[in-house]
């Protein structure tokens, strides 16, 4: 007879709360009507990765679509844009500043340094490769616009174990990234590149009359605001910002 952990037990109802409301497993981890669920759920995925995940509760939160690898959602869904831009102008060659998608600009020039600094896993490459990704500014005879450089060290969101922790590669790591680091034999997690220069972030619902557009300003150093932060761990990607 199969003995169950009551505690784990109440978490997975509220993580099939949580899907019920939500339409996914993809709990923030400073979700702040729970924030309990939301380290749960960043348990199960370091457990489930150590192997010290029985097997019984894989196949739980598999049967309900929970989501092991984040940051494989996160850069699954940009190569599926990636996929859509090929598809309407004929090239993976994103322009650096292009304002239709700038996630999408930044991430493709992140893939170019995580080749060059050889952190990008052999799958990754060959998915890109496979559809014809632009590689270097000037690959064949397409010429790609250089990346901005930053003034000053560039700030990173670094996904670790479904949250994002800043760090702009000077002093220290934060805990939580070091570990992953030493966990990982020296190889940093993905990251989102942060603006070098004074942001405006805009989030909510531009196509509502009812629900206001939030405006938050950010210098362009220091922490990134809650609410952006927030955001990013819900959908993946900053707000759109300007």
Not at 129 to 135: A, D, L, P, S, Y
Not at 207 to 222: L, R
Not at 230 to 239: H, K, S, T
Request: net charge positive; charged share 25%.
């Amino acid at each position: 007879m199969v003995r169950h952990n009551t505690d784990w037990d109440v978490m997975f109802s509220a993580l099939e709360s949580f899907k019920a409301e939500q339409g996914h497993c993809h709990v923030p981890t400073h979700w702040k009507k729970n924030p309990q669920l939301g380290q749960w759920v960043a348990l199960q995925r370091y457990r489930h990765k150590i192997g010290e995940l029985q097997e019984q509760y894989v196949d739980r939160l598999n049967k309900i679509g929970f989501v092991w690898a984040p940051a494989d959602r996160v850069w699954n869904k940009m190569f599926q844009k990636l996929v859509a831009y090929r598809n309407k102008h004929g090239n993976c060659a994103v322009p650096t500043s292009y304002p239709s998608d700038p996630p999408l600009s930044r991430w493709v020039v992140t893939q170019r340094r995580g080749k060059k600094t050889e952190i990008l896993s052999e799958e990754r490459l060959q998915k890109l490769e496979g559809i014809g990704f632009v590689w270097s500014v000037r690959e064949r005879g397409k010429v790609v616009p250089e990346p901005v450089k930053a003034v000053g060290p560039e700030e990173h969101l670094y996904l670790v174990s479904g949250e994002y922790i800043q760090y702009g590669g000077t002093g220290p790591r934060p805990a939580k990234l070091e570990k992953y680091v030493q966990f990982q034999g020296g190889e940093l997690p993905p990251s989102i590149i942060l603006p070098c220069k004074p942001t405006v972030f805009r989030i909510g619902n531009t196509d509502s009359a009812y629900v206001p557009v939030q405006k938050i300003k950010w210098s362009g150093k220091g922490p990134i605001p809650e609410d952006v932060l927030e955001y990013l761990n819900e959908n993946g990607v900053l707000p759109p910002h300007s």
